[in-house]
């Protein structure tokens, strides 16, 4: 069985500029999560979507995050204008609706 | 709100011996899970295993047992026979399943386990 896919592996950009993160979750899966995981630190979860519906997404900066998970399959997750302090690794997840979660090699992000 | 808290940053073994990785938590939920993830150098979040809040029995899943003390807060990994690939990240995490369909996982720092051969 495929795991979660996530491209790219690694981004490197500049402030004020802007980024997109793809992920592809196992099939099947209807819970999708993107996760931030600043180093030294354990993930903080940025959203959650169940099929194509947020569930969870009180702690992402909507003022320059944005996500969405069209058909309720892929999901991309946007940063607009990048800032220095979103430098982190990008964690997806994919679950069965309640059941243990199963992530993605992430995409690491150096915003310069 | 849910809080995880693991206060070992570092842990050294020797090969073949055991290890525990500690892990304490507060939460308001009756009801919750519990769960340990492995994250190698390469960045991906393996999962261990997992214990819910009424289980009977802590969980085994291998060489993984999950010693949990509900009245003490506690869910501690012990990792038996130690491997030179296990050396790691690992993470404690804990869910509310107290209903709802949020299932978001709150994480703790991590401990960064080394096995010496």
């Known amino acids: 069985e495929a795991g979660v896919a996530q491209s790219p592996r690694y981004k490197i950009i500049e402030k004020r500029q802007s980024v997109a993160f793809w992920c592809n979750p196992i099939?099947?899966?209807?819970?999708l999560y993107w996760y931030q995981q600043i180093l030294g630190q354990g993930p903080k979860l940025l959203i959650q979507f169940q099929n194509n519906g947020v569930v969870d997404d009180s702690q992402l900066p909507k003022d320059r995050f944005s996500a969405e998970r069209l058909k309720g399959v892929d999901s991309t997750l946007k940063i607009q204008p990048a800032k220095l302090e979103d430098s982190a690794v990008y964690l997806c997840?994919?679950?069965?609706?309640?059941?243990?979660?199963?992530f993605g090699p992430g995409t690491r992000l150096t915003v310069t | 709100a849910q809080k995880i808290t693991q206060t070992q940053p570092g842990m050294f073994v020797q090969e073949k011996e055991a290890v525990t990785l500690d892990c304490t938590y507060d939460?308001?939920?009756?009801?919750?899970?519990l769960f340990w993830y492995k994250q190698p150098s390469s960045g991906e979040m393996i999962f261990l295993i997992y214990?819910?809040?009424?289980?009977?029995q802590n969980a085994t899943e291998g060489r993984y047992s999950l010693n949990f003390q509900k009245a003490r807060k506690s869910a501690n990994l012990v990792i038996s026979a130690s491997q030179l690939g296990d050396s790691a990240m690992y993470f404690c995490?804990?869910?509310?399943?107290?209903?709802?369909?949020?299932?978001?996982?709150?994480f703790g720092k991590g401990t960064l386990l080394t096995v010496n051969p």
């Open positions: 997840a994919s679950s069965l609706v309640g059941l243990e979660q199963y």
């Open positions: 995490a804990m869910r509310g399943d107290s209903g709802g369909s949020n299932y978001k996982l709150t």
């Open positions: 214990q819910g809040s009424y289980d009977q």
């Open positions: 099939s099947g899966h209807a819970t």
């Open positions: 939460t308001s939920d009756p009801s919750y899970g």
